[in-house]
T-cell receptor
Framework: DTEVTQTPKHLVMGMTNKKSLKCEQH?????MYWYKQKAKKPPELMFV???????INESVPSRFSPECPNSSLLNLHLHALQPEDSALYLC??????????????FGSGTQLSVL | GDSVTQMEGPVTLSEEAFLTINCTYT??????LFWYVQYPGEGLQLLLK?????DKGSNKGFEATYRKETTSFHLEKGSVQVSDSAVYFC???????????FGQGTTLQVKP
């Protein structure tokens, strides 16, 4: 199994809603990542978890709250988002953060629209 | 800081045409270089990579050679297919930051 599975594939939410994005991998990877990708732009790193601990936060606004309940799961909790937060949110994993260059696997993403 | 510059798209080719997508980089040290491909509605997939100067990465008919003297990693394919239509991202692994740095992406459209 070399998949990173993200749910839901599409999400529409209002600015007052609370929602969560989910990511799951069963490759035994110990590093997991959240990226944000705007249309026709490259992915931008948001968060890195290494061995279930947050190791990098790229100065992301607090309305995005990551969580890593165990080594296979990664969540991104969303609250009070703005329309400009509409984007494709990509989850990725690698065996460890040191392997991020060589063995990074991406999920298909959640397309988020904030109204 | 480390950076990647790709040729702007979109690139539109007829089937069986030769493809080149230019990529140059700026980096300290000896970065690894990558090409990722993103098909519509999907995440990124690693297409090929090269970890040191003069290495050639290849996969699915695509090739790229790590040229340290010209700081380039151009992507080539001898005969493109409609199924190659996608966005292609050049990236480098920055030893300074431990992060992947992506270029802006180049959209390729192949017409039958």
């Amino acid at each position: 199994d070399t998949e990173v599975t993200q749910t839901p594939k599409h999400l529409v939410m209002g600015m007052t809603n609370k929602k969560s994005l989910k990511c799951e991998q069963h490759m035994g990877h110990r590093a997991m990542y959240w990226y944000k990708q705007k249309a026709k732009k490259p992915p931008e790193l948001m968060f890195v978890y290494s061995y279930e601990k947050l190791s990098i936060n790229e100065s992301v606004p607090s309305r995005f709250s990551p969580e890593c309940p165990n080594s296979s799961l990664l969540n991104l909790h969303l609250h009070a988002l703005q329309p400009e937060d509409s984007a494709l949110y990509l989850c990725a994993s690698s065996p460890s953060h040191r392997d991020v260059f060589e063995k990074l696997f991406f999920g298909s993403g959640t397309q988020l629209s904030v109204l | 800081g480390d950076s990647v510059t790709q040729m702007e798209g979109p690139v539109t080719l007829s089937e069986e045409a030769f493809l080149t997508i230019n990529c140059t980089y700026t980096a300290t040290g000896y970065p690894s270089l990558f090409w990722y491909v993103q098909y519509p509605g999907e995440g990124l997939q690693l297409l090929l990579k090269a970890t040191k100067a003069d290495d050639k990465g290849s996969n699915k008919g695509f090739e790229a050679t790590y040229r340290k003297e010209t700081t380039s990693f151009h992507l080539e394919k001898g005969s493109v297919q409609v199924s190659d239509s996608a966005v292609y991202f050049c990236a480098l692994g920055s030893s300074n930051t431990g992060k992947l740095i992506f270029g802006q992406g180049t959209t390729l459209q192949v017409k039958p």
